[in-house]
């Protein structure tokens, strides 16, 4: 849905670039389908299991549709979780066998212009309804970012925010469906800072140096080796 619109918007900006022989009629009928849609979305967040205060979505393919849900819902808030893209093409390449060179600069590719996609939507809505937090900001200083977080979504602070895992199967529970269950359900642990210079090959290094130009933009060194980034923690 959120594809659809975005289509209409990209024909719409077409149609009044020209003289449009389609005319209002057309554009009244896309405002329209707007709260349609936001009905329809509303009705399947009803229908779920579930009745809460808040309702979270972890699916980084939303990032794309930040200013689009911006206008579909007026009290959202958006968490754009950064980490170094080198690190997390380490993780992609430790999942599939048999990576080929042509294949990771594709990945590098992608990586890099989803990030710039991704953190110049979430800037575009401002900064009281998206933040930006960096996984090593996380991990190095994880009392005061998650106090940052909880404050940008005015959620009260608990210490047991601090020891998640161990609540996994009681007070905390997930899709069985979602990939990353064995990663969420560890407590937040620094040797993932690093790992990925340990597994890259120098010629992947080299790769991911060359097509990852964001590095420098989003604040990692692209000659470092380890994972830190130099912006300061909001």
Known sequence: LLSVIQNWKHKQHMDLSRESRIGSDEFKVRRELQPAIRSYVSTLIDGWDRAAKRYCVKDPTLNYFIPDLSQLYSNYKFILMVRDPRASLNSLLNRIKHFEPRHLILKAIEMN?????SVRNCRAVGANNCKVVFYEHLVLNKTRVLRSVLKFLDIEWHDAILSHEKFFGTRV??????WSNDQISKPIYNDSLSVWSRNLTSEQ????????TCLTELGYDPDSLTSFNTNPID
């Open 173 to 178: 529970t997930i899709d069985q469906t979602e």
């Open 205 to 212: 290094l080299v790769i991911l140096k060359k097509h990852l």
């Open 113 to 117: 212009e989803t990030l710039v996609r």
